[in-house]
């Protein structure tokens, strides 16, 4: 009873407030981190240099007035923002955030396939969203998301097979452990994949240089250009959900999860005084940066020209690199 | 049933396509002010498109013809009002050449440096929000940082920041302040190393050069026949400067280049406003140090009254050729007719033949590309 409902819930219980809390919070770090970028200083009003604005602002969201367009359809209109965050939040269910089994809800035996098609659930919100709004801009938006969906999401999911022969598991704790007896994070191992991955993931988060669907200069926020109070909120924290889990995703497949550097290096043993959820955390947050870095420097690609990244450039290379792992793991 | 199926009228195709009539603007945020197009989109490919003008439209030519000559220098700073001086640089000679006012030559240096300083604050605004609307977000905020101390610099100058008034027919109402120049020679030092921080970000970035090479292509004919001028015209490879075709205030005494491109795409047009930063820095150089003490106000009549007759003056503008038509008919205090050649409006001529058969991500970029400024195109 104990095993079996009560620590698994209060798991789920602290994962969700914590992820929920943590996703505030980036749009804090996000905010301050493009200010420095910027050369200015960001919010500084609510509390001691703007800390209080992650509170500040779920909270002017949450009292502002639900609106929903005369014309838009309502139960689909409703429907997006929690299919877009939902599987955001799922996907949690499956990320160990340390070795011991207290860090992790479930390792289920085939987690990174959950993670892979849980995460292609949530664009079908932003999809909804596009049509259900019944107005031109969202529809436009809708249609660029569907276009970038199948241009990234197969050169991804490529990619991962060589990362998963590699491993020789789908387990999220097994290929950590994999990485344990190699001595080698993955990122040595597989550079090329880790690039990839770390592409498709900011085109799976419609983020920059790929935030085609929300757009604002050209489509005036894209999806949710009708949007907003909770309904928009939904959506903010699924976007910031997900990089979230690109940036824990990409942490554990490729730079060691919750492993020191060099894990089999004895001479290195005194960097296992800090525990791994502290390394985990501390990966995860280099990456959650370099997305917000990205962010502030690069143009937008135009949609066309993602595709045209996605299936002639990302895809061959992913193809290429499973021959590549394939042949190399036989000849071992 | 058979019988019925058969006399129905053939089926519609399952998937029918349909153009996509869209209305952007004038409340969108890439259309930089008021502008509104109808796009008909194929997709995401522009069809057709319409260009609405006349959303800030606020009669300055008529208003003028009942204010008297000065007060008109007060209503030009309204028609490109993030290029200000030259507006009024532009109406002040226009009337001096129908006055046949002589302008000391101090002032005309000022004016000079004035010009050239408008000139980088209006580049700098055309380059920020260019680089946003293609979605780089931090060039907007760094332009904006230099931008900043030009408005400084006009600040200390006259007291404005935007609609300067800063010029007066026969000359200027103010010598500068002591120090004034020694403050535009470190802007000048400042905006020297601050270009490459702008290149750094854009210039070899291969998104930018996708986003802009090949995009928005005219040719010099086009762009001639279509009446671009400025950037744009000289983006397609046309020379064509009124600073070096009809010098006016001193540009005859400076050394300059003017940058021409090759190809009239895109690309071409920010490299040549960026080339048109370190020509104008170039040019307040020079005159800065030749700058010649006397006087900064000419013999001018108490009464401006211009007598009977109409002239057309142009002078290069940030944005292109910016022209003032006047007639007087020598006894009203006021112009009997003024009219404005601005350059927004003959560049924004070439807005539809641009766009149409890009995407609908380009629209916003060529907008950026051609620079205008809707409270100089309504006027």
Redesign the interface.
């Known amino acids: 009873m104990l095993d079996t409902i009560v620590i698994p819930l209060l798991k789920i219980a602290v994962l969700l407030n914590a992820v929920l809390v943590s996703v505030t919070f980036m749009v804090l770090l996000e905010r301050k981190v493009i200010a420095w970028a910027q050369s200015r200083l960001g919010p500084m009003r609510v509390g001691p240099y703007g800390v209080l604005q992650a509170i500040a602002d779920p909270i002017k969201l949450m009292i502002k007035e639900d609106i929903r367009p005369v014309r838009a359809d309502p139960m689909l209109f409703t429907l997006a923002p929690i299919l877009s965050l939902v599987p955001a939040l799922v996907v949690f269910a499956v990320v160990p955030f340390g070795g011991d089994e207290l860090f992790y809800v479930t390792d289920i035996n085939v987690g990174l396939l959950f993670i892979i098609s849980v995460t292609s659930i949530g664009v079908y919100g932003i999809i909804l969203a596009g049509w259900a709004s019944n107005s031109k801009y969202p529809l436009l938006a809708s249609l660029r998301a569907s276009a970038q969906l199948i241009s990234y999401e197969i050169a991804v999911t490529m990619t991962l097979v060589s990362v998963i022969l590699t491993a020789g598991t789908l387990s999220m704790v097994g290929i950590v452990e994999a990485q344990q007896q190699s001595g080698l994070w993955f990122a040595f191992v597989q550079p090329v994949a880790f690039v990839l991955v770390f592409i498709g993931g900011l085109a799976e988060t419609n983020r920059a240089p790929f935030d085609l669907p929300e757009a604002e200069q050209e489509l005036t926020g894209g999806f949710h250009t009708e949007y907003s109070g909770m309904r928009f909120a939904l959506f903010f924290l699924a976007e910031y959900a997900n990089i979230i889990v690109i940036s824990a995703v990409v942490a554990i497949l490729f730079w060691g999860g919750w492993l020191r550097p060099f894990p089999n290096v004895e001479a290195l043993a005194f960097l296992d005084l800090i525990p791994g959820w502290i390394w985990f955390f501390g990966k995860m947050f280099v990456f959650l940066y370099i997305f917000i870095w990205i962010r502030a420097t690069l143009p937008r690609y135009r949609y066309d020209q993602l595709m045209r990244l996605g299936w002639k450039v990302l895809i061959p290379i992913a193809i290429g690199n499973i021959v590549v792992t394939g042949v190399v793991k036989v000849l071992l | 049933m058979t019988g019925q199926a058969a006399a129905a009228p053939a089926a519609a195709p399952i998937f029918d396509t349909d153009e996509?009539v869209?209305?952007m603007g004038p409340q969108?945020?890439?259309t930089h002010g008021v502008l509104r197009l109808v796009l008909r989109?194929d997709?995401?490919r522009v069809v057709d498109a319409d260009v609405v003008i006349g959303y800030i439209h606020r009669g300055i030519e008529k208003l003028s013809e009942n204010r008297d000559w000065t007060q008109i220098i007060l209503l030009t700073d309204r028609m490109d009002y993030v290029a200000a001086a030259t507006n009024n640089l532009g109406y002040c000679e226009t009337v001096e050449k129908l006055m046949e006012i002589e302008v000391p030559r101090r002032a005309r240096y000022v004016r000079t440096v004035l010009a050239e300083l408008q000139r980088m604050a209006s580049h700098c605004l055309w380059l920020g929000t260019h680089?946003?609307?293609?979605?780089?977000?931090?060039v907007?905020?760094?332009a904006f940082?230099e931008r900043e101390l030009v408005l400084d610099l006009f600040e200390d100058y006259c007291g404005a920041r935007l609609t300067y008034n800063s010029m007066r027919i026969g000359g200027l109402p103010l010598d500068i302040p002591t120090g004034w120049d020694a403050k535009v020679r470190a802007f000048c030092d400042i905006m020297e190393a601050k270009i490459p921080e702008y290149e750094e970000?854009?210039t070899n970035?291969r998104?930018?050069l996708?986003?802009t090479r090949g995009i928005g292509v005219i040719s010099a004919d086009d762009a001639v026949g279509l009446g671009l001028c400025g950037p744009p015209l000289r983006g397609s490879g046309v020379y064509r400067d009124v600073r070096k075709d009809e010098p006016y205030a001193a540009y005859d005494e400076f050394e300059f280049d003017v940058p021409l491109g090759t190809r009239g795409d895109t690309y071409d047009r920010y490299l040549i406003r960026l080339e048109e930063f370190r020509q104008s820095i170039r040019i307040i150089r020079q005159a800065l140090d030749g700058l010649p003490e006397g006087p900064v106000m000419g013999k001018v009549p108490r009464l401006i009254k211009p007598k009977a007759g109409e002239t057309y003056h142009a002078i290069e503008s940030p944005k292109g050729e910016l022209g003032y038509f006047i007639v007087s008919d020598g006894r009203a205090t006021n112009p009997y007719r003024f009219r404005v050649r601005p350059p927004s409006f003959c560049n924004l001529q070439g807005l539809r033949p641009l766009i149409v058969g890009h995407?609908?991500?380009?629209?916003?970029a060529l907008i950026g590309t051609i620079d205008i400024v809707l409270g100089e195109v309504d006027r």
Do not use: C, F, K, Q
Not at chain 2, 131 to 138: N, P, V
């Open positions: 996509l869209i209305n969108h945020p890439s989109l997709g995401e680089a946003m609307d293609i979605g780089a977000m931090t907007l905020l760094y940082r970000l854009l970035n998104i930018w996708e986003r995407l609908v991500a380009d629209v916003v």
